[in-house]
């Protein structure tokens, strides 16, 4: 989709300052991109948080032609969600990307500088 031709969808209800700031959203490197086995989408990415590191899930294996151009950069994670269980691999957070409920090829949200890993936004 080219930028003449997009729309941006409706705002969501407001929300509360409380409702936001239970969100945990962090700066953490992503260490290595693994592919998962007999899924079309989703690659397990490590990221290093500063004081752990986490796996992450994320459906992006069909929206970059080399999905390891993305290890060793930075970029924001929902660290506060529940575990979740998919294709026998358990995801630790959220990738906190741009586009994809748009239909916009998806980029990283990453720090405008190098900042700590684990160093929250908001």
Same mark, same amino acid.
């Given at each position: 989709m080219d930028d003449q031709n997009f729309k941006p969808a409706p705002l969501k209800p407001v929300i509360s300052f409380a409702e936001i700031d239970r969100i945990d959203i962090r700066v953490g490197t992503i260490v290595s991109v693994d592919d $998962?086995? &007999?899924s079309d989408k989703l690659l397990k990415l490590t990221v +290093? /948080? &500063?004081d752990h590191r986490r796996s992450i899930l994320a459906g992006m294996k069909k929206e970059r032609e080399d999905v390891r151009q993305i290890e060793g950069q930075q970029a924001l /994670?929902?660290?506060?969600?529940e575990p979740k #269980?998919?294709? *026998?691999?358990?995801?630790? *957070?959220?990738? /906190? +990307? $741009?586009g994809f409920a +748009? &239909?916009?090829?998806?980029?990283?949200?990453?720090p405008e500088t #190098?900042?700590?890993? &684990?160093?929250r936004a908001g």
């Open positions: $998962i086995a &007999g +290093d /948080f &500063g /994670f929902v660290v506060n969600l #269980k998919m294709m *026998g691999q358990v995801s630790e *957070g959220m990738l /906190f +990307d $741009i +748009d &239909g916009v090829r998806p980029a990283l949200a990453v #190098k900042v700590p890993n &684990g160093t």
